[in-house]
């Protein structure tokens, strides 16, 4: 299949720089060890009641993580269908492959089962988005939906755009296409990040569709904007900031430099476990005391690599000096 299709879009200074921040904090957490069964699970249970919430459900984290373990939860038929039905799409997040057609029509179909007929099969009638009893939206007719998302999903499979930003782009086209009589909303997230995730690992454990919540509003009305203006650039702005910021959320700060004055005090202390200030001076042969407060002590009790014995009497004449579990862990 060929395609001629490429979306309207312009990439704006603050985009590039909102690309150049996640990459440089997904950098950092490419030394951190991916999060845990029990993290994934956490952020997991995030991520389906912030896209759930968007779209009406009040179900909280607490209930979505009873319904996971089984026990019964106060909540309509609907909300309680809607949260087991995303527990078992969000499950099965590997086995898709984010540039098929027919894994989205799988994923809708577990995703809505029950709660529409027309689950995993594109609409056939027309649709549109309202804002109380307002249309904001009027949605392609339903004999071109096919074609259309064909269209994108070739396009997005083969463009050299930077995968932050396409996966940007697929996320507001497929909302305009609105290929589905239901859940359109929850399948645009759900794909974007299955897109992020071929890209980078750690964005598919990260909850990004719980700040979009947080800012449900902005979210709309970058939509709204994005097709006023017939250019998604402020769609994606908007999802960038939401990344940036739940990248943001898990990334480390950046160590404080561990200094070789500083290394030697810590080394010394992992040897003698408590030594007074004349103590270190004399075992790392130094000459000034001046120099040793400055560039020794003073550096490693600010970052926490080190503590006193006297805390609350700094100037005690009992006064020593131990190694902390984080010195430790620097020394290591």
Known sequence: MTSN???????TSEIVNLVAKIVANLERLTFMKEPNLRLRKINRIKSIQGS???EGNTLDAEQISAILEGKPVIGTVREIQEVKNAVETYNNFEHWDPYKVKDLLAAHQMLMKGLIDEAGKFRKSGVGVFSGDKIIHLAPPAQKVSSLIDDLFYW???TDTHPLIASAVFHYEFEFIHPFSDGNGRM?????TLLLKRWNNWLGFLPVENLIYQEQEAYYNAIQASTKTTDCAPFITYILDRILAT????TPEVSPQVTPEVEKLLELLIIHSEL???????YLQLKDEKNLRLR??????KNGWIEQTVPDKPNS?????RITENGRSVVK
């Open 317 to 321: 004449r009992l006064q020593k000096y």
């Open 156 to 158: 997005v499979s083969t």
């Open 52 to 54: 759930l919430a968007i």
């Open 296 to 301: 020794y002590i003073s550096p490693a009790l």
């Open 5 to 11: 299709y490429k979306p309207p879009f312009t990439i």
């Open 247 to 250: 990248v943001l959320s898990v």
């Open 276 to 282: 007074s200030r004349s103590e270190v001076q004399y």
């Open 188 to 192: 645009g997230r759900l794909w974007q």
